[in-house]
């Protein structure tokens, strides 16, 4: 079959990072680390892991990092090569194991399940309190709960049967390779609290070194025809919700965890700095879960700002000029200062400081430009929270962290949750809200390919300005 790979060649590396400089297509050319191949669909490493049939496999930012070599090599280690990429997947189980079939029956269900308490991971001081976690905050003890027998039918608000999940069921996949799928028994302790995005042993157990499908040799990935997965990574998607809708669930579940960790009252500010899919996806957040909390969100492109207002933002503001440049003018800085209360004073040299600033920022851009505006831009004792991907800011004045007593937060990925009163996977309080007609991302998804056209796909993320491209994935039907 065919798919799309990263190779893991040091020479296909030096080749990039030096051809790259005149023309980036030499970051996914033939001589590149990104190629399209036929290979052998991946084998099922054990009893309990099933096929899935790929039918749509979602374009990430991380995905894009990863194309132009941006990542820190420190997380090599935690990938085995040459590996399919795809990790925001939907399809159709076309296997199973004995084991997992027994298991996602019915009958076996929940059987595998751990149910260890660990220490809770509540919310910092002021940090909000989070959707459903009651007057304490914070949620208590964690477990890693089995996803197949928490996703529901229906298309109401109530609590229906689970979904059992068979040859033939639309799922979506969860993937994340924490100890459960590698078969580790018993679990570290950040699975046992429900933290799986922290585990411990990304690089032991039954399969290859791997944060998650999508990274490991042995699973393939959706940018491919077929992958596996182990059976407790599965959520069968309800019938009311749509694939296009359900393909959306990663990206925005790298917004719901934080927004869920941070989460800002009803009377709070709240700076949303990016709005690319998880910018948009952390407005989206915020509104699903009910607050009325005041959102300023920062965007580079006007239809990137229609849909933040679409998704709830009360305000946009475009990035125009240097903002920390002059003092004169009409720039972001002075728009984001009217709008949050704050003063702009002008040192002797460099960025001009705030004095005031938003209860909550959240950068889903990870640059050194958008980590820097957003401390500067954080009130004293607010929360600055990292969502986006940053490997080696530069230029970065930390000033603001210590004189404004700024709690930094960082946020990778997703986790178990607290949601109305039961513990969830981050991935399942997304299908939740979907389910009950809260959530629908579908329009965000602006772009369709076919895998023989990655290279087209790739451009057109690397210009989604010039593309009005919010997010993209691969169909296969």
């Not at 995905?63 to 085995?80: G, Y």
């Not at 946009?316 to 240097?322: A, P």
Request: aromatic share 8%.
């Amino acid at each position: 079959m065919k798919a799309v790979q990263f190779l893991g060649s040091v020479p296909r590396y030096v080749y990039s990072m030096a051809a790259g400089k005149l023309t980036r297509r030499a970051f996914y050319d033939r001589f590149s680390n990104i190629q399209l191949r036929d290979v052998d669909p991946p084998a099922l490493p054990n009893d309990e892991w099933v096929k899935i049939r790929t039918t749509h496999a979602g374009f990430c930012g991380s995905d894009k990092n990863l194309v132009l070599l941006h990542d820190s090599p420190s997380t090599s280690p935690f990938s085995s090569f040459p590996f399919t990429l795809g990790h925001e997947n939907v399809g159709v189980v076309a296997e199973m194991g004995a084991k997992a079939a027994l298991a996602l029956s019915g009958a076996g269900a929940g059987a595998g399940a751990r149910a260890e308490a660990g220490a809770g991971a509540g919310s910092e001081p002021g940090s909000g309190t989070s959707p459903g976690a009651g007057p304490g905050g914070g949620p208590g003890a964690r477990s890693e709960p089995n996803l197949a027998t928490r996703s529901r039918a229906g298309s109401g608000t109530g609590d229906p049967a689970p979904i059992p999940i068979k040859v033939g069921t639309r799922v979506l996949v969860d993937p994340v390779l924490s100890c459960r799928p590698r078969g580790i028994d018993p679990v570290c302790p950040a699975c046992a609290r429900g933290d799986t995005s922290l585990c411990s042993n990304f690089t032991e157990g039954t399969v290859s070194p791997g944060f998650a499908i999508g990274t490991c040799r042995d699973t393939g990935g959706g940018w491919s025809e077929e992958f596996v997965a182990h059976y407790s990574q599965l959520i069968p998607v309800p019938d009311n919700v749509s694939s296009e809708n359900a393909v959306l669930v990663d990206a925005f579940c790298s917004s719901l965890h934080p927004v869920m960790r941070n989460f800002p009252p009803d009377d709070a500010s709240v700076l949303v700095v990016g709005c690319g899919v998880i910018g948009i996806s952390a407005v989206a957040a915020i509104r699903a879960l009910g607050s009325r909390a005041r959102i300023v969100a920062l965007a580079k492109y006007k239809f990137q700002a229609d849909a933040a207002l679409a998704y709830g933002a009360d305000s946009v503001v475009f990035m125009r000029g240097k903002g920390g440049g002059s003092a004169g003018g009409s720039d972001y800085y002075s728009e984001l200062a009217k709008l949050s209360e704050a003063r702009l004073l002008q040192p002797i040299m460099g960025k001009r400081v705030v004095v005031g600033g938003f209860d909550y920022v959240f950068d889903c851009v990870g640059s050194s430009t958008s980590i820097d505006d957003s401390l500067r831009f954080t009130r004293p004792g607010g929360a600055m929270v990292l969502v986006g991907l940053a490997s080696f800011p530069k230029g970065v004045d930390w000033t603001p962290i210590w004189m404004k007593e700024v709690q930094v937060k960082g946020s990778f990925w997703c986790s178990t949750e607290e949601f109305e009163g039961r513990r969830m996977r981050t991935y399942e309080v997304a299908m939740e809200l979907m389910r009950t007609g809260r959530l629908d991302l579908s329009p965000l998804l602006t772009h369709k390919f076919r895998l023989a056209d990655y290279r087209h796909a790739i451009e057109a993320n690397l210009n989604a300005g010039r593309e009005k491209l919010i997010k993209s994935a691969f169909v296969f039907y």
